[in-house]
T-cell receptor
Framework: KNQVEQSPQSLIILEGKNCTLQ??????????LRWYKQDTGRGPVSLTI?????NTKSNGRYTATLDADTKQSSLHITASQLSDSASYIC????????????FGTGTRLKVLA | DTGVSQNPRHKITKRGQNVTFRCDPI?????LYWYRQTLGQGPEFLTY????????KSRLLSDRFSAERPKGSFSTLEIQRTEQGDSAMYLC????????????FGQGTRLTVV
């Protein structure tokens, strides 16, 4: 069964600190992996995308890594800001005839002043 | 065209009533997806269209649910005989036809069945 699991489920950090979110997946055949940010009551917005051959991708203070051998990804947030408070969702796309996105349950991040 | 638009943003309905949601995708996007998201969970795939053809439906999409995209542009999602378990955020997304195409999401329609 294609699954995407994320940890931790929730996280509280102080403004200015760094944090790392984890994603493990069992999706096969693997096409690509995205990290999305979802603010409360809004639709998800893409942060990064990585294919099988990419190990790391940055978008400002967000850096995603991918280990396709172990099927693990991480999202590192540097120098967190209050506006980083949101859910971060790992999304894996499988190429099994249809381009379907498989979502993790997300990590809810709260950044405190 | 600034993005994917969903209407209404919020809907409260009594159990047993029918509801219909609308999604207007980004104009040049051929693919349109519907997802359902409950509190604390990631979005769950419901169905997707390529142009006007509905190519896949999830087992989550019971016979009370029907989606259409009649002209390959906007889409509607109808839920008949709503149940309290249908309460959720219904998200629509659209994308181009490409392996790495990004799916852009609307802000969702929050349904509450009382």
């Amino acid at each position: 069964k294609n699954q995407v699991e994320q940890s931790p489920q929730s996280l509280i950090i102080l403004e200015g600190k760094n944090c790392t979110l984890q994603c493990n997946y069992t999706v096969s055949p693997f096409s690509n992996l995205r990290w999305y940010k979802q603010d409360t009551g809004r639709g998800p917005v893409s942060l990064t995308i990585m294919t099988f051959s990419e190990n790391t991708k940055s978008n400002g203070r967000y850096t995603a890594t991918l280990d396709a051998d172990t099927k693990q990804s991480s999202l590192h947030i540097t120098a967190s800001q209050l506006s980083d408070s949101a859910s971060y969702i790992c999304v894996v796309s499988a190429t099994s005839g249809t381009y379907k996105y498989i979502f993790g349950t997300g990590t809810r991040l709260k950044v405190l002043a | 065209d600034t993005g994917v638009s969903q209407n209404p943003r919020h809907k409260i309905t009594k159990r047993g009533q029918n509801v219909t949601f609308r999604c207007d995708p980004i104009s040049e996007h051929n693919r349109l997806y519907w997802y359902r998201q409950t509190l604390g969970q990631g979005p769950e795939f419901l169905t997707y269209f390529q142009n006007e053809a509905q190519l896949e439906k999830s087992r989550l999409l019971s016979d009370r649910f029907s989606a259409e995209r009649p002209k390959g542009s906007f889409s509607t999602l109808e839920i008949q005989r709503t149940e309290q378990g249908d309460s959720a955020m219904y998200l629509c997304a659209s994308s181009r036809i490409a392996v790495l195409a990004e799916a852009f999401f609307g802000q969702g329609t929050r349904l509450t069945v009382v």
